[in-house]
């Protein structure tokens, strides 16, 4: 089965979650007619991002029964299509970086960055716990993970080994350099479709440089966006990915970069971090 799947890429404003609530439904209802079913919109895309503390972060956040993310809930009841969103999670006192996976019912599940930075609203949220979560649409399973998420081969690879069929990665990348393929990599090394949406614009003295793009589960690039806001979107069969197998000859050129794993080698892979090495927290205020 083909699904039509929606980029968004947009500029949102800092601080001013109800307006960036808005558009954020408004392109999921204009997705929607052009015939997407899931239409996905950039990290922090309901809040904006270069927060410069906890407490102006706090203010700005938006909450899990808020009133912005009620606006995309009602966007994606009158359409009938699905989305993605990012923003700024308010929850007792603390902050998370969170996507929101929003259907025609509701909010169906949400996401919490696992690796955070010093950059930005990162400096001042906490990580979430994990897993990475794989979401059962309608039309097929979508993975979700975030932004310095993506820069984690351990991220998508964990998320396709729990049976996600598309990757989705809403970023706010300052910097380009590599990012088109890494997109192409992660797709092609977990036989996965992998779908990063960008935001643009400026915020404090950081420019967003948009590049939102896709790749098949052999690296193929599918869609590129420029610097500017615009949609993009992509007829997927995302069936494709569900046999990671891939036979060039028959029983003379075979892989499957997910069966022919070693994990048993691997173990330095899951050893403990120091956490006061990590710089996600280095600048926000300890308890």
């Given amino acids: 089965m083909t699904v039509r799947v929606c980029a968004a890429q947009i500029d949102p404003e800092?601080?001013?979650?109800?307006?960036?609530?808005?558009?954020?439904?408004?392109?999921?209802?204009?997705?929607?007619?052009?015939?997407?079913?899931?239409?996905?919109?950039?990290?922090?895309?309901?809040?904006?991002?270069?927060?410069?503390?906890?407490?102006?972060?706090?203010e700005g956040a938006v909450e899990a029964d808020g009133p912005e993310l009620r606006a995309v809930e009602e966007a994606c009841r009158e359409s009938g299509a699905w989305a993605v969103v990012g923003g700024i999670l308010r929850e007792e006192g603390r902050l998370h970086n969170a996507a929101f996976v929003v259907g025609p019912e509701g909010v169906a599940g949400e996401y919490r960055k696992i690796h955070t930075l010093c950059l930005g609203v990162d400096r001042f949220t906490e990580p979430g716990p994990g897993p990475f979560p794989v979401f059962d649409l309608p039309f097929g399973r979508v993975g979700v993970h975030i932004c310095y998420d993506g820069s984690f081969p351990e991220s998508a690879r964990a998320l396709r080994l729990a049976g996600a069929e598309l990757l989705l990665l809403p970023t706010n990348w300052p910097v380009l350099e590599l990012k088109r393929e890494m997109v192409r990599l992660r797709a092609e090394e977990n036989h996965v479709f992998y779908l990063a949406v960008n935001r643009v614009g400026e915020e404090r003295g950081t420019r967003f440089r948009g590049g939102s793009c896709a790749a098949d589960p052999r690296g193929r690039l599918l869609a590129e966006a420029g610097d500017g806001e615009e949609r993009f979107h992509l007829d997927l069969d995302l069936g494709r990915a569900r046999d990671s197998r891939v036979v060039v000859r028959e029983g003379a050129y075979e892989y499957d970069r997910v069966a022919d794993r070693r994990p048993e080698c691997y173990g330095a892979l899951i050893a403990p971090v120091d956490p006061d090495l990590r710089t996600g927290g280095r600048r926000r205020p300890r308890d």
Avoid: I, K, Q
């Fill in 14 to 58: 800092l601080g001013r979650a109800a307006e960036n609530a808005g558009r954020c439904a408004r392109e999921v209802r204009e997705g929607a007619a052009e015939g997407a079913r899931l239409v996905v919109l950039p990290e922090a895309a309901l809040t904006g991002y270069v927060f410069e503390s906890a407490e102006e972060a706090l």
